[in-house]
Structures are given as C-alpha cells and as structure tokens.
C-alpha cells in the first residue's frame, strides 16, 4: 500500500481531509495526500473503544485495515482523535445490494457462497478475540476492488464482556435482545447476535435486496418476534435453512454456519 504506519502524521490540518462518507455515529474522510487512506472521526468514547478492538484484533483479511491514529487540527478548536483505516474503494454491501451492479453481482453463481465464506470467516476471528461486533450487517460490511468483503465500524463493540455502546440495527437485531430503557445505549449482544445478524445478511446477500424491501423498517421486529419471517420460497434450500437456523438461533458459532453451508 506504499505508505505504512510509521511514515503517518500524527497530525492532519482539516483542509487537507475530503468528505467521503457520514454514518450515524462517525463521519469519514479522505486524505488528499495519501488516496489510500480514510480517516474516521466521532465522539471521543466511541474512538477509545473502537481503538482498542482494532488493537485486539489486529491484521485479518476480513477486517479492515487499522493504521492508528491521528489529530486532525480544525482552525482554533482542539484537535479531534481520528482513526486510520486503508480505503476500502467499493462502499459497503448495503449500498451494493442497492444498485444493479452489485445485485447482479449477487447472482452471479458462487458469490453468495463466496461472500459468505469470507464473512464468516471474520466473524469467527471476532470471537476468536473475545470481541462482539454488536452491529453487525450489510451497513458495517465494507466492499473491496475485488469484490472481497471487509467488516468494519466496532465504534460500539464489546471487549472481554463490556457492554456494548450501541446495539444492532432494527433489521439484524434478535428480537428478544434486550435493550436499554434508554436505547440506543449500551446493551450486551453474544455471538449469537452477530450470528443472527449474519442471517439477515445471507439473506440479503441470496435476494439480491435488503430485508426493508420484504418487510417494513417499522414491522421487522414485531414480525420476527411472532415468528411471521418473510417470504424465502425463491431461495434454494441450504442458504434458507441457514437463514432460519440463524435467525432462530440454532447456531453456537459462526464456524457452525460455516459447517453448516459447506463451506468447511
Ligand atoms: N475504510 C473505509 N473505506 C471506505 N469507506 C469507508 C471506510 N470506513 C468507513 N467508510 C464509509 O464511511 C461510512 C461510515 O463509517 P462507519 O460505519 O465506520 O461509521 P458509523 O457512523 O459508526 O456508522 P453507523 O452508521 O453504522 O453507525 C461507512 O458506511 C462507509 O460508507
Ligand atoms: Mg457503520
């Protein structure tokens, strides 16, 4: 990638960083002068925690790529803590399920099988490190040049059992994970919450289209608590058996998906 951590600035002025993206919690930004490289800035609780996982999790080819950090100076104010990531140039897998390339793409024969492998892949490295992704779906999964998958966003991530700072999006939530009065506030996912959430993202990955297109945003939780799931008769047998088992939590690690779809 040509430039490595060392060769770093600790310190970035705010002019030389482009917009690249906002999500809820954090906005991204492009380095003028390094166009291989992000920089990620949010609350300062969210850039501890989310540093330490990076830390924990080190280098893995299904996670992103972290490079430390450093503080961008904006005119007089204090300098805000940024993380380094390695660009990942093709957006996330949500936003290629939305367009007609990447749903093309998604039928293309063994991509899904493909994408699946890599994801659970990352995820059974997650738990390999005592980390729960906690918000785990098309939204945090990054796509790189080659179409290979990346997860990434552990802003709210639990560590060795401490609780989450913000739990799963409505779509890929367990319907009986329980949530604070106060949500979104922190809450404590297992590794069967970001199973679960793998589900709806294979079944995602298997239509072609989010789940929001089969079932509404408002309904998804109500309709999966009552077991009223959506219509998965155009899927093949295996990937909906694996949709279900986890949506119904018959998994006890991603590696059991994985044994579970052939693919180890
Ligand atoms: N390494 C990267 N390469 C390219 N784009 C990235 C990278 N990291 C993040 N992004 C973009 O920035 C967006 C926001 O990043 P991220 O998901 O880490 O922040 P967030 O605000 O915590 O997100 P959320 O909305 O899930 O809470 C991502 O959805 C993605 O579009
Ligand atoms: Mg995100």
């Keep these: 990638m040509g430039t490595e951590p060392a060769d770093f600035p600790k310190s970035i002025e705010r002019s030389a960083l482009q917009f690249l993206q906002r999500g809820c919690m954090a906005t991204v930004y492009r380095i ?53 990531f390695g ?37 059974s490295y997650i738990h390999s490190r005592s980390v729960i992704h906690g918000d785990f779906g098309a939204h945090n999964v990054l796509v790189g040049l080659d179409w290979g998958l990346v997860i990434t966003d552990f802003a709210g991530s639990r560590l060795d059992g401490s609780p989450c700072l913000a739990g799963p999006s409505p779509a890929y939530r367990r319907p009986t994970l329980v949530l604070p009065p106060d949500a979104p506030g922190p809450c404590e996912p297992t590794e069967g919450d970001d199973i679960y959430a793998f589900g709806t993202v294979l079944y995602e990955m298997s239509e072609g289209a989010l789940l929001y297109r089969a079932i509404t945003r408002d309904s998804v939780l109500a309709s999966f608590t009552a077991g009223l799931y959506p219509d998965l008769s155009s899927m093949s047998a295996l990937p909906r058996s694996v949709v279900l088992g986890c949506w119904k939590c018959q998994y006890s690690s991603a590696r059991r998906v994985a044994g579970a779809l052939g693919l180890s």
């Excluded at 992103?64 to 950090?69: H, I, K, L, Q, R």
């Excluded at 399920?97 to 994801?119: C, F, M, N």
């Design 32 to 84: 003028k002068s390094q166009p291989a490289f992000v920089i990620k800035l949010q609350d300062t609780t969210y850039h501890h925690n989310e540093k330490r996982v990076y830390e924990r999790l080190g280098r893995h080819p299904r996670i992103a790529a972290f490079y430390g950090e450093a503080a961008v100076q904006q005119s007089s104010d204090l300098p805000s803590p940024g993380l380094l």
């Design 87 to 123: 660009l990942v140039p093709n957006g996330t897998l949500r936003e290629t399920l939305e367009g007609d390339i990447g749903q093309s793409r998604a039928k293309r024969p063994g991509q899904v099988t493909l994408w699946s492998a890599q994801l659970l892949d990352g995820l």
